[in-house]
C-alpha cells in the first residue's frame, strides 16, 4: 500500500472515530493533509461518518488547482494553518461540542482562552487562540483567523469550533481529542473557584 492510501484510509478512519464520538456531527466537519506538494481535504458536504478515499480533494499548492470533487468551503483555514505553522501537516476542523460551547461566552486573554487545570493541553498542543465570529466559510472569518494564526497553537472559533494542527494525522486528532476535554472541564468548573496550574 502507497503512502498516500495509507494516509487516506488513516483519515476515514480519524473522520469515523470524531462522527462516532459525536464530535463531527452531520456534514459540520473537515480534515485535511499534505502529501507531496498537494494539500489533500475533505470535500464540500462529506460527512465523517461515511467518509470514503473518493471523498478528498487534492489541491496543488503551486498552482492552486484543484482536483477531484469541490472542496470544503473552509479550505482557506487550513491553508492559513499549513502557512504559518510550517511543523503542521495534517488540520483537523470539528463542531464538538464543548469546544463550541466554550466558543459562546467571552474570554479575558484571546490568545490562550482554556484554562490549565491539567497540564494535558499544553504539553499536547500549547496555546489555544480565540477567533471573532464571522459568518463560517466567508472572507471575513478567513482575514480574522489569520491575524490570530501566528500567535497561538491551536484556535476556537467563536460560536463555531475548534481548529488544530498536528504534525500527523494522528497527531491532529489527538489533539482535537485533548482540547475537546480540557473544554469539558472548562465548561463544568466554570462558575467555581477550581485552581488553575
Known sequence: MDELTKKLEMACWIAKQLFDRKMGPGTTGNMSFLHNGKLYITAGGTCFGSLTKDDFTAVDLQTAECFGKKPSKELPLHEIVYKNKTDVQAVIHVHSTYAVLWSCISHACDQDVIPSYTPYLKMKLGT??????????????????????????????????????????????????????????????????????
Open 128 to 197: 489555544v487562540g480565540f477567533v471573532p465570529y464571522a459568518k463560517p466559510g466567508s472572507e471575513e472569518l478567513f482575514s480574522l483567523f489569520e491575524a490570530c494564526a501566528e500567535s497561538s497553537d491551536g484556535w476556537i472559533l467563536k460560536n463555531h469550533g475548534p481548529v488544530v494542527g498536528g504534525k500527523d494525522l494522528m497527531d491532529a486528532f489527538a489533539c482535537v481529542e485533548e482540547l475537546e476535554e480540557n473544554c469539558r472541564i472548562a465548561w463544568e468548573l466554570r462558575d467555581t473557584k477550581a485552581a488553575i496550574i
